[in-house]
């Protein structure tokens, strides 16, 4: 787990930039010391996964910790759909295995995904109550960044919170701190290491089962949807909806 706090200049519509402390934080230990706002990351996969079953027209998407829970909350559910895996493998008798290649060809008009991963839901379920939470990947990057910065009172800190100590989850938290800083990330810059990876060339070979090689061009493209998916605690889950932003590249004064 790393913590490691630096000091950024948000952007700001007041004649005043206003500063927000910026803190990187790794995993479950991570999420429970966040402060102001957490915003969990998932790159592959769970958080793309949710942002394509929101912009396919999910009413909403439920995290869970356990598969166990996930099939127990969606029998409560009419129609509703379960995305799972455990340590990264499909989970016998569930359809759909954490991938957003799936979740885009399913029809989600309307209807509740309920959620299970290795570690998006297990680390936005270690949040501390009181701390208000985003959940984020590359393609909702900026509109996440926007969303919080919009929020009132402006939040002094934002704990940027990778789920795995993995690379994608890292240049998310980057590209993310650079717009917070009002520049323009170079988002293949900082994926390099993971495109340069064993991890990487294994899974474009279609070897990693329930992972189809579409889920990382899907995944690790940026900013491919103007919205937010801020979440909000309920009995048993957490509950992600869509929040639409309006998108500027630069939205310093």
């Given at each position: 787990?790393?913590?490691s706090?630096?000091?950024?200049?948000?952007?700001?519509?007041?004649p005043?930039?206003?500063?927000?402390?910026?803190?990187?934080?790794t995993?479950?230990?991570?999420?429970r010391?966040?402060?102001?706002?957490?915003?969990?990351?998932?790159?592959?996969r769970?958080?793309?996964?949710s942002?394509?079953?929101l912009?396919?027209?999910?009413?909403?998407c439920?995290?869970?910790?356990?598969?166990?829970?996930a099939?127990?909350?969606?029998?409560?559910?009419?129609?509703?759909l379960?995305?799972?895996?455990?340590?990264?493998?499909?989970?016998?008798?569930?359809?759909?295995?954490?991938?957003?290649?799936?979740?885009?060809?399913?029809?989600?008009?309307?209807?509740?995904?309920?959620?299970?991963?290795?570690?998006?839901?297990?680390?936005?379920?270690?949040?501390?109550?009181?701390?208000?939470?985003?959940?984020?990947?590359l393609?909702?990057?900026?509109?996440?960044?926007?969303?919080?910065?919009l929020?009132?009172?402006?939040?002094?800190?934002?704990?940027?919170?990778?789920?795995?100590?993995?690379?994608?989850?890292?240049?998310?938290?980057?590209?993310?701190?650079?717009?917070?800083?009002?520049?323009?990330?170079?988002?293949?810059q900082?994926?390099?290491?993971?495109r340069?990876?064993?991890?990487y060339a294994r899974?474009?070979s279609g070897?990693?089962?329930?992972?189809?090689?579409?889920?990382?061009?899907?995944?690790?493209?940026?900013?491919?949807?103007?919205?937010?998916?801020p979440?909000?605690?309920?009995?048993?889950?957490?509950?992600?909806?869509?929040?639409?932003?309006?998108?500027?590249?630069?939205?310093?004064?």
């Open positions: 787990m790393t913590l706090p630096d000091i950024m200049l948000a952007p700001s519509n007041s005043h930039d206003l500063l927000v402390e910026v803190i990187h934080a995993g479950i230990d991570g999420a010391q966040a402060r102001g706002i957490a915003v969990v990351i998932d790159v592959l769970s958080f793309t996964v942002a394509y079953a912009a396919g027209g999910a009413r909403e439920r995290l869970v910790t356990t598969t166990h829970a099939l127990a909350l969606a029998a409560t559910i009419p129609d509703a379960v995305s799972a895996e455990e340590e990264g493998l499909p989970i016998p008798g569930i359809a759909i295995s954490n991938s957003p290649t799936q979740i885009k060809a399913a029809d989600l008009k309307g209807r509740v995904l309920v959620q299970r991963s290795s570690a998006g839901t297990q680390v936005a379920a270690a949040v501390a109550e009181g701390i208000d939470i985003f959940t984020a990947s393609v909702v990057a900026r509109a996440t960044v926007q969303a919080c910065l929020r009132r009172p402006t939040p002094q800190h934002i704990t940027l919170i990778a789920s795995a100590d993995d690379p994608e989850d890292h240049a998310c938290a980057r590209y993310m701190e650079a717009i917070i800083r009002g520049e323009e990330p170079d988002a293949e900082l994926l390099k290491p993971l340069n990876s064993e991890r899974l474009m070897a990693w089962p329930g992972f189809p090689p579409t889920d990382l061009e899907l995944a690790l493209t940026p900013d491919r949807f103007n919205f937010a998916m979440a909000a605690r309920e009995a048993g889950y957490l509950k992600l909806t869509r929040a639409d932003q309006t998108i500027t590249k630069n939205t310093r004064s």
